[in-house]
């Protein structure tokens, strides 16, 4: 089974910068496709950043070129820059054991329900 764990949330002023990290354990055999999520306070789950196995990134709208996502093995980056109080989100890495051409799909729609396992969350704060 894989275990996701997130660090790197907490709170800082608007325009500030913050980097997430999570790493993923209890998965060998090829590479796992991930991404994150976030979810804001009364809404619902959106995604924000995902990486296919080719390393094609896809950001939601809100926050393209502001975010950068990147992987390096088991490890998944989130970079928050120019931070937005619309940021504010417990944000949640996510992963899947997907095929190369199922991983493409699933990033690109962002797809939520393609991502098998999801860590606990870390929260961003970001106060105006």
């Known amino acids: 089974q894989v275990d996701l764990k997130e660090s790197g949330g907490g709170s800082v002023q608007a325009g500030e910068s913050l980097t997430l990290s999570c790493v993923a354990s209890?998965?060998?055999?090829?590479?796992?496709?991930m991404g994150w999520f976030r979810q804001k306070e009364g809404k619902d789950r959106e995604g924000v950043a995902t990486?296919?196995?080719?390393?094609r990134t896809t950001y939601v709208a809100s926050v393209k070129g502001r975010f950068g996502i990147a992987q390096v093995q088991n490890v998944v980056s989130l970079h928050l820059n120019h931070l937005k109080s619309d940021d504010t989100a417990m944000y949640y890495c996510?992963?899947?054991?997907?095929?190369?051409?199922?991983?493409?799909?699933?990033?690109?729609?962002?797809?939520?329900?393609?991502?098998?396992?999801w860590g606990q969350g870390t929260q961003v704060t970001v106060s105006s």
């Open positions: 209890g998965y060998r055999p090829g590479r796992l496709c």
């Open positions: 990486i296919d196995t080719d390393g």
């Open positions: 996510v992963a899947a054991p997907l095929s190369p051409d199922g991983c493409r799909v699933a990033a690109a729609e962002l797809n939520k329900h393609a991502y098998d396992y």
